[in-house]
């Protein structure tokens, strides 16, 4: 038992008691990791690739030899069922699961699109508070509906008079601005994600503007080669790939069911140890360690700061081999208390044992 595990430790060494339970505790909480992966055993090399690609892609170089990765901002795991596992790759890019606003008048398909990317409604603005009209005559209907007209007519020439071919929107796109946009021959996404606005601003170069008033030239991102909407099952994934230097990619996943490709991302988050590879590498210290007292990382040998390798080897010793003892327990046995009859007395404390064996010859516990 794990009690076990100490009070050899103690007897062995006579330190490390809290170490070697911490150690063979998690050396068995591994083991839950290995018993899911055994359809995914034979793509290690693929899902390697797959994390080494997406890491080296958003990495950003530091100096001094630094790398810094932003895993959970810039790196983007979308799993569709179908097709075969060796279909899955990394995108140049982002891919969401949106189609554009009007499929019929707005194109599915642009080679080197100028994206424009807003967080702001393009819709007529609604009060803040509870609002009245009074209209007393029908011209005043009318007068309303002009002005907001004119107010989102004016919304898109701001966006137009930079030639844009997609227009990217957080928040809602009217039917009348979804009208001059299609006219304009430029296609619109609405009501992304914030997360994912912030993605494709990282891999085309676009930056998210507040306010179509606020608008300039060096805002459009340029950077995409390919936008284009396709079609999986009953579902649409609008695709920007085709990034020069992308600093944001998506990781898309493809295979025959919905928990195969659960088990496939499980896999893939060996992306942690990727990243902190690169954060680490060429740091040549070989003594970093932890400073008991203040919680830093510091240099052990300047500290003069020792363990002793006794206790150490003793402890991933004594840990390993009582991990692999438990594993090796093929058989349970367990006990169940029946319930007392009312008024009945107290069962006995030990139970007898029959003399009868099972097939194995094993005494059996009276039921």
Not at 94 to 105: F, L
Not at 109 to 127: H, M
Not at 313 to 335: N, W, Y
Request: hydrophobic share 40%.
């Amino acid at each position: 038992s794990m009690i076990e595990l100490s009070r050899t430790q103690d007897e062995e060494v006579g330190d490390g008691t809290t170490s070697v339970i911490v150690l063979g505790a998690t050396v068995l909480g591994l083991v839950k990791s290995c018993i899911g992966t055994k359809f995914t055993g034979q793509f290690g090399d693929l899902i390697a690739d797959l994390a080494i690609d997406a890491t080296t892609t958003v990495g950003v170089d530091l100096g001094q030899g630094l790398r810094e990765v932003d895993i959970k901002k810039y790196i983007k795991v979308e799993k569709v069922p179908g097709g075969q596992l060796e279909d899955s790759k990394v995108l140049k890019g982002v891919m969401i699961n949106k189609d554009v606003v009007a499929p019929g008048k707005m194109r599915r398909k642009i080679l080197n699109p100028r994206i424009i990317l807003v967080d702001c409604p393009l819709e007529y603005k609604k009060g803040e508070n509870q609002t009245n009209a009074e209209l007393v005559k029908e011209e005043d209907w009318e007068v309303l509906l002009k002005m907001e007209e004119e107010y989102i007519q004016n919304l898109c020439m701001q966006i137009l008079k930079f030639k844009p071919d997609l227009v990217i929107t957080e928040k809602g796109l009217s039917d009348l601005a979804c009208h001059y946009l299609s006219k304009a021959g430029v296609s619109a996404i609405r009501r992304l994600r914030k997360t994912d606005n912030n993605r494709i601003a990282k891999a085309c170069g676009a930056v998210v503007v507040n306010r179509p008033e606020e608008l300039q030239e060096s805002d459009v991102g340029t950077g995409a080669g390919l936008f284009e909407v396709k079609k999986f099952g009953d579902e649409f994934f609008a695709y920007i790939v085709d990034c020069k230097d992308p600093k944001a990619c998506t990781v898309l996943l493809r295979g025959a069911s919905k928990d195969l490709l659960n088990e496939v991302e499980r896999n893939l988050q060996i992306t942690s140890f990727a990243y902190f590879v690169l954060q680490h590498a060429n740091v040549g210290n070989e003594w970093v360690g932890i400073d008991g007292n203040t919680g830093d990382i510091v240099d052990m040998k300047e500290r003069k700061i020792w363990d002793s390798y006794n206790v150490k080897a003793q402890t991933f010793k004594t840990a390993i081999e009582a991990a692999c003892m438990l594993l090796r327990i093929d058989d349970i046995v367990s006990g169940i208390k029946k319930k007392q009859a009312p008024g009945a007395g107290p069962t006995p404390s030990k139970p007898k044992i029959e003399d009868e064996g099972d097939a194995d010859n094993e005494q059996i516990l009276p039921e």
